[in-house]
């Protein structure tokens, strides 16, 4: 099945001593993630002739392929709503899970102190930092 291509779009013109180029800058070097090695750039002007060639070539197989082009972003759309479901489902079942242990390590705590096996204030600061939790959780679960 055709599917539309980038390709690449030669802008004329000197790059860094014209003031009238705008750039995009990576931050992936500043950031420090590992992912670039050197700070580098991407002329404005260069990327928006690479978008607007896309969408046109896109635009073009669209008004070639009518259905075709309609199976595809269908197709694409369920997949995204697909994976959002999945995740949405983990992060649920994640959810969940510690809203139990939560519920376990309170009862852990309680016990602890009513046993004196734990000082007061410590229960009441871990008994806080448990409620915040569980609120927070069941503010996502619900
Ligand atoms: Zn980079």
Do not use: W
């Not at 009238?20 to 990576?26: D, K, L, Q, R, V």
């Not at 750039?41 to 928006?48: A, K, S």
């Not at 242990?101 to 000082?119: S, V, W």
């Not at 871990?126 to 996502?140: S, T, V």
């Amino acid at each position: 099945m055709p599917v539309a291509q980038f390709s690449q779009t030669r802008l004329s013109g000197s790059t860094h001593d014209n003031p009238e180029n705008h750039y995009f800058s990576c931050r992936n070097k500043r950031a420090n993630n590992g992912l670039c090695a050197t700070t580098h750039h991407i002329r404005v002007d260069y990327i928006t002739a690479l978008v607007a060639n896309h969408l046109r070539r896109t635009l073009h197989f669209a008004s070639l392929f009518e259905d075709e082009f309609v199976k595809i972003v269908v197709d694409e759309r369920y997949r995204e709503v697909q994976l959002r479901q999945k995740k949405n489902q983990r992060e649920l079942a994640d959810a969940q899970t510690r809203d139990k242990e939560i519920n376990r390590l309170y009862e852990r705590i309680y016990e602890d102190q009513a046993l004196g096996r734990l000082p007061e204030d410590r229960f009441l600061m871990l008994a806080a930092k448990y409620d915040d939790e569980q609120a927070a959780l069941r503010q996502r679960i619900l």
